[in-house]
Nanobody, 116 residues
Framework: QVQLVESGGGLVQPGGSLRLSCAAS????????MSWYRQAPGKERELVAG????????NYADSVKGRFTISRDNAKNTVYLQMNSLKPEDTAVYYC?????????WGQGTQVTVSS
């Protein structure tokens, strides 16, 4: 069955870094565009970053440009989100999403808390 399993979240101080991973199984990973979303308490889920199926193009929310980097390894069926210079406002549950026409899959999320 289709699975997207996020990992790498946790508690980090402001200015710190985390690397999130999302391991995919049960579908042809290399055919799907991948994205990271986040949802903070009381707020709507928002797009953080996206990457095309072959990894040739990426896009980012303005709030994370220059601090976050999305990448993927199609040989390992994994997408990553490197997060640097973290801020308290980055605190949220982070989700990965796989998408191609007619198909959308979501992971269960991983908590990221930025606090001193």
């Amino acid at each position: 069955q289709v699975q997207l399993v996020e990992s790498g979240g946790g508690l980090v101080q402001p200015g710190g870094s985390l690397r999130l991973s999302c391991a995919a199984s049960g579908f042809t990973f290399s055919s799907y565009a991948m994205s990271w979303y986040r949802q903070a308490p009381g707020k709507e889920r928002e797009l953080v970053a996206g990457i095309t199926s072959a990894g040739g193009s990426t896009n980012y929310a303005d709030s994370v440009k220059g601090r976050f980097t999305i990448s993927r390894d199609n040989a390992k069926n994994t997408v990553y989100l490197q997060m640097n210079s973290l801020k308290p406002e980055d605190t949220a549950v982070y989700y990965c999403k796989a998408r191609r026409p007619g198909y959308v899959y979501w992971g269960q999320g991983t908590q990221v808390t930025v606090s001193s």
